[in-house]
């Protein structure tokens, strides 16, 4: 069982930049993928990108070009880079892995 705690979320105007953690305890020995979501109000939760314990990403194609997935594995860290921010990224981003889901953080992007 893993337990993750995300942070860095905030207020941001239009086209600034954010940087998301999710910190990843317990069984992180078997995590082969994590992943970061986001869910706006009203809508339904969304995938926005992953990485593999190899290294892959992938994204979803609204974020590609402006969002990076990276990960500190001395710090058991996952990370979500986000640039250029649009109103439309407006949400509560969570971090997944293993089945479990952290507290989520709070990203507006707002002017």
């Known amino acids: 069982q893993v337990h993750l705690v995300e942070s860095g979320g905030g207020l941001v105007q239009p086209g600034g930049s954010l940087k998301l953690s999710c910190e990843i305890s317990?069984?992180?020995?078997?995590?082969?993928?994590v992943g970061w979501y986001r869910q706006a109000p009203g809508n339904q939760r969304e995938w926005v990108a992953l990485i593999t314990n190899r290294g892959r990403t992938n994204y979803e194609d609204s974020v590609k070009g402006r969002f990076t997935i990276s990960r500190d594995n001395a710090k058991n860290t996952v990370y979500l880079q986000m640039n250029n921010l649009k109103p439309e990224d407006t949400a509560v981003y969570y971090c997944?892995?293993?089945?479990?889901w952290g507290q989520g953080t709070q990203v507006t992007v707002a002017s």
């Open positions: 317990g069984a992180v020995f078997s995590i082969d993928v």
């Open positions: 997944n892995a293993e089945e479990e």
